[in-house]
């Protein structure tokens, strides 16, 4: 698979990270955007491990294979002290929409990066947002 030209910064939402645990498109991004700094928030992180029991006991894959996929991953995660500065802006963009989005917002306002995200709610917020689609496209 060829590298892509780089994307600097990417703030992941937990849908991509669950597709790439258990090996959908995701999966590629990652690997093919190899100059791209991954981040996430702790709440993302979060929202992903309470959904592998779920995946592995759907998917017929093992606990164990989907914590380990999940550890491989080359995401940052950053906690809420980090962002903090961003929530009030964020809240006031997203919060009405979903304010379980309010975190990955927060992020992407702080390090000045693109979403990347397969939820709609991002949409028309003056941020850019990727689908998984939109970056294997790109490849």
Excluded at 14 to 25: E, F, Q, R, W, Y
Excluded at 103 to 130: A, M, P, Q, R
Aim: glycine fraction near 6%.
């Amino acid at each position: 698979m060829k590298t892509l030209k780089s994307i600097g910064k990417l703030a992941a939402d937990a849908n991509p990270m669950l597709s790439a645990i258990i090996g959908g498109k995701a999966r590629d991004v990652f690997q093919s955007f190899q100059n791209t700094a991954f981040y996430t928030t702790e709440f993302n992180f979060k929202e992903v491990e309470k959904y592998i029991p779920v995946l592995s006991a759907k998917r017929e894959i093992q606990l164990d294979d989907l914590y380990l996929a999940l550890s491989m991953l080359p995401v940052s995660i950053c906690n809420q002290d980090f962002y903090r500065s961003k929530l009030k802006q964020a809240e006031k963009l997203i919060g009405e929409r979903d304010a379980s989005d309010i975190h990955l917002l927060s992020l992407s306002l702080k390090i000045g990066c693109s979403i990347w995200s397969n939820d709609k709610d991002f949409d028309g917020l003056g941020i850019e947002v990727f689908t998984t689609l939109d970056l294997i496209k790109r490849l």
